[in-house]
Structure formats: C-alpha cells, structure tokens
C-alpha cells in the first residue's frame, strides 16, 4: 500500500514547530495545519513568515498534508457566500505558496432534495470554488460526514470539475450518517485527495442539520451531545483493514492524516494510530 502517513498539527495542542517535530519523530511525512484565522491565516503569513515554515517542515523532513480552510460554517448562505468565498480562495493561494495543492473544508450539508433552495446555493458557491481551483491546479476538498457518500457524489458530479474534491474522513461517516466507510471509498473513487484518519461509534440517530449547525434553531438535545463519540484509532467502527484496501484498490496513494479532536492524551492516541495505521499498511 503507497500512503503516506501525516498528522493534524493542531491536534498537538501545542505550537506548531514543536508539533512538527513530534509529528517527524513518530514516523510521520507530512502535516495539515488550519490556516483559518490566527497567525497562519492569509492575513497573517507574511512572505518571512510562510519562508520560515517551510523552513521548519524541509529541517523535519515533511510537508503538507494539507491545508485546513474550514470556515467554520458552510457556504449554504447566500448572503455570506462572497466574502466566505474570497477567503477560501486566499487560503487556496496560501497553500500553494505552502507547497500544497489541497485545501480540505466543511461545506454544510448538502441536501438530499437537489430542488431544496440551500443545494442551489452550495452548488454556485462550489462551482466558483471549482473553477479557481482547477485555474491553479489545486483542489478545495469537500470532507465527508455530513451527508451520504452517494448524496455527495452526486453533487460533485453537476460541478463537472475535480477542483472541488473530496477529503474522505470515515469515522464522520460511521458517526453522523451511518454510511459504509469502504463502499465510500468506491463511490467518492474519483474525487478523493486526501483522507483523514479518524475512528468513532455512532451512538444514535442525529439530524446532520442540527450535528453541523446549518439551520436554527438547534433543539437542546443536540446541545448535551450524546450522538456520537470519537475514539483512539482501531477502537471504533471503522473497519481499517477493509478501508484502506479499498483506497489501495482504487489507486490512492495520498496521504491518511490522523486528526484527533478530543480525549486527554491526544499525543500518545495519535502515537497509537501512526503505529495503527503503519501496522495495517505494513510497515
């Protein structure tokens, strides 16, 4: 199996050199990192500030995973869409300037009804979105979750451009829609550049509407949780052996990025998963 293996620097919890070189001890080869707000935002990295990051990742022997541009809510509003678009697109220059071609994000949820008015909306923000991306040969990547695999194709399929592609996160899968993490992989076949690797139980049925906050407002059960849970790689409902031959049957050759957003020893769980996944790729 040719993966990569990469690791979400915010998951770290600490600052971001301090994180590369831990991600580089672990036997990782690449990162993704928010570039949303903050010091890595477009309005911060100034041209010393982007040399001296990239100087950090070739000193630990990385690069780029990816680049997180999620925004945090969706383009289903088309009153936020313009400037919510100008951003994505900025982020998009920042990661080629990074070296990186892949920019992962939330779009919302996409609908199941194609005439529902939010599906017109996310297709125009996505076919904007495609065209900029396909002009720099990169890819704004759709992550995976919030709708069925089928659902998501479907709406990339109309777009008729890979610019806007997939980031096939499975445990968002197995947590929020109940989807088959493997049948995924071949449906989404022609769309994924990147993964990340995740592992979490469904706990119950949920409303995805209300799980990523796309419309208001949000009923006081979903405010307590209890839908879903995200746990250590290996230790939840994705079945890894069977997902990532998959991947390696459709030719991927990109990269899994082990993203952990919760627990109390995100260090040694996301240690656990590189071993995992390395383990389970042979090595």
């Not at 040399?51 to 936020?80: W, Y």
């Not at 022609?190 to 799980?211: M, R």
């Not at 879903?228 to 050759?253: H, M, R, S, T």
């Given at each position: 199996?040719?993966?990569?293996?990469?690791?979400?620097?915010?998951?770290?919890?600490?600052?971001f050199?301090?994180?590369?070189?831990?991600?580089?001890?672990?036997?990782?080869k690449?990162?993704?990192?928010?570039?949303t707000?903050?010091?890595?935002?477009?309005?911060?990295?100034?041209?010393?500030?982007?040399?001296?990051?990239k100087?950090?990742?070739?000193?630990?022997?990385?690069?780029?995973?990816?680049?997180?541009?999620?925004?945090?809510?969706?383009?289903?509003?088309?009153?936020?869409?313009?400037?919510?678009?100008?951003?994505?697109?900025?982020?998009?220059e920042?990661?080629?300037?990074?070296?990186?071609?892949?920019?992962?994000?939330?779009?919302?949820?996409?609908?199941?009804?194609?005439?529902?008015?939010?599906?017109?909306?996310?297709?125009?923000?996505?076919?904007?979105?495609?065209?900029?991306?396909?002009?720099?040969?990169?890819?704004?990547?759709?992550?995976?979750?919030?709708?069925?695999?089928?659902?998501?194709?479907?709406?990339?399929?109309?777009?008729?451009s890979?610019?806007?592609?997939?980031?096939?996160?499975?445990?968002?899968?197995?947590?929020?829609?109940?989807?088959?993490?493997?049948?995924?992989?071949?449906?989404?076949?022609?769309?994924?550049?990147?993964?990340?690797?995740?592992?979490?139980?469904?706990?119950?049925?949920?409303?995805?509407?209300?799980?990523?906050?796309?419309?208001?407002?949000?009923?006081?059960?979903?405010?307590?949780?209890?839908?879903?849970?995200?746990?250590?790689?290996?230790?939840?409902?994705?079945?890894?052996?069977?997902?990532?031959?998959?991947?390696?049957?459709?030719?991927?050759?990109?990269?899994?990025?082990?993203?952990?957003?919760?627990?109390?020893?995100?260090?040694?769980?996301?240690?656990?998963?590189?071993?995992?996944?390395?383990?389970?790729?042979?090595?």
């Amino acid at each position: 199996m040719e993966f990569s293996i990469g690791v979400m620097t915010d998951s770290f919890r600490t600052d971001f050199q301090t994180a590369v070189e831990k991600a580089a001890k672990m036997g990782a080869k690449g990162v993704q990192t928010h570039c949303t707000s903050g010091a890595f935002s477009p309005e911060q990295m100034t041209e010393s500030r982007i040399r001296e990051t990239k100087d950090i990742l070739k000193s630990n022997g990385l690069v780029f995973s990816a680049i997180c541009g999620d925004l945090g809510h969706g383009f289903g509003n088309a009153e936020m869409n313009k400037d919510n678009i100008e951003k994505s697109k900025r982020i998009m220059e920042l990661a080629k300037k990074l070296d990186c071609d892949i920019v992962t994000t939330h779009i919302g949820v996409v609908p199941q009804d194609t005439a529902h008015p939010r599906y017109k909306i996310m297709q125009e923000a996505c076919f904007e979105l495609a065209e900029f991306a396909d002009t720099m040969q990169a890819h704004f990547a759709v992550e995976t979750g919030p709708e069925t695999a089928q659902v998501l194709k479907s709406f990339l399929d109309a777009l008729h451009s890979n610019g806007v592609a997939v980031n096939l996160d499975p445990a968002n899968l197995v947590m929020v829609t109940g989807d088959d993490p493997v049948q995924a992989v071949y449906t989404l076949k022609d769309y994924i550049v990147h993964t990340h690797a995740k592992d979490g139980i469904k706990l119950k049925e949920s409303n995805p509407e209300y799980i990523y906050k796309v419309v208001h407002p949000i009923p006081d059960a979903y405010k307590e949780g209890g839908y879903f849970k995200e746990v250590p790689l290996g230790e939840g409902n994705v079945p890894f052996p069977q997902y990532l031959a998959a991947l390696d049957d459709i030719g991927y050759k990109g990269f899994l990025t082990v993203e952990r957003e919760c627990g109390q020893t995100p260090e040694a769980d996301i240690q656990t998963a590189v071993q995992y996944l390395m383990k389970c790729i042979g090595r």
